[in-house]
């Protein structure tokens, strides 16, 4: 991995998001560890998350006709705030937003498919 284009992943979505950005992490799925964040993050958060999306997608893979976890999910949480996880194979990238200030559809639209690109990148050039 390049930690340099996984800076510049954490700066373009902070970035991006704008004044809705509230955190961002990226997590290995093997280990629970972070990898990388930003300064507002929780690794004890991120940790616990990654625990989640792995239950989730255990359920879904014991559940009779349902198909696995697609590009991300999301959860709308109380007191306006939101996170999107976004699992990544041997990683997850969580990122935490206020849903008053961001635009949820750009987020979707338009910021996660250059994340995606951004990640992508880190991770091949390494």
Do not use: H
């Amino acid at each position: 991995m390049n930690i340099q284009k996984l800076n510049y992943c954490m700066e373009m979505v902070e970035r991006d998001v704008g004044d809705g950005f509230l955190a961002s992490s990226i997590v290995s799925m093997a280990d629970a560890q972070t990898i990388i964040a930003t300064a507002k993050s929780s690794a004890k958060t991120a940790t616990l998350f990654s625990q989640v999306t792995l239950n989730l997608q255990k359920s879904l893979s014991e559940g009779e006709g349902y198909p696995q976890l697609g590009r991300y999910y999301f959860l709308d949480l109380a007191g306006n705030k939101g996170i999107l996880f976004i699992p990544l194979g041997d990683y997850q990238w969580g990122v935490a937003i206020d849903t008053k200030k961001a635009k949820l559809g750009l987020l979707l639209n338009v910021i996660l498919p250059k994340m995606l690109d951004a990640f992508e990148d880190a991770v091949v050039s390494s």
